[in-house]
Nanobody
């Protein structure tokens, strides 16, 4: 069982940066691949980026790979999302998720555990 809690969201001006954190409970965190998703108002939840259990491999949606970077610290049971050059269209609720899988990490169905989300609002 893994419980996930996101933090670090808030209001930021366009062009600014935010670093989201996702704290995980449980001693098995290091066995899970981790992903970040977001859901904007009126839109479906979309994949942003994922990282393998050991941090050696990362996967990103083509649309955001130049601005968003995922990392993890297994010693701290945490995964992070660094977001730069934010745009108003990045406004959304951001979720972290944990998956026992090592492939198809852009698919929501491979994730067993989800956080409650953190709101990011980018003003123009």
């Amino acid at each position: 069982q893994v419980q996930l809690v996101e933090s670090g969201g808030g209001l930021v001006q366009a062009g600014g940066s935010l670093r989201l954190s996702c704290a995980a409970s449980g001693r098995t965190f290091s066995r899970y691949s981790m992903g970040w998703f977001r859901q904007a108002p009126g839109k479906e939840r979309e994949f942003l980026t994922a990282i393998s259990w050991n941090g050696f491999n990362t996967y990103s949606a083509d649309s955001e790979k130049d601005r968003f970077t995922i990392s993890r610290d297994n010693a701290k049971n945490a995964v992070y999302l660094q977001m730069n050059a934010l745009k108003p269209e990045d406004t959304a609720v951001y979720y972290c998720a944990a998956s026992p899988a090592n492939s198809f990490l852009n698919q929501q169905t491979v994730y067993n555990y989800w956080g409650q989300g953190t709101q990011v609002t980018v003003s123009s």
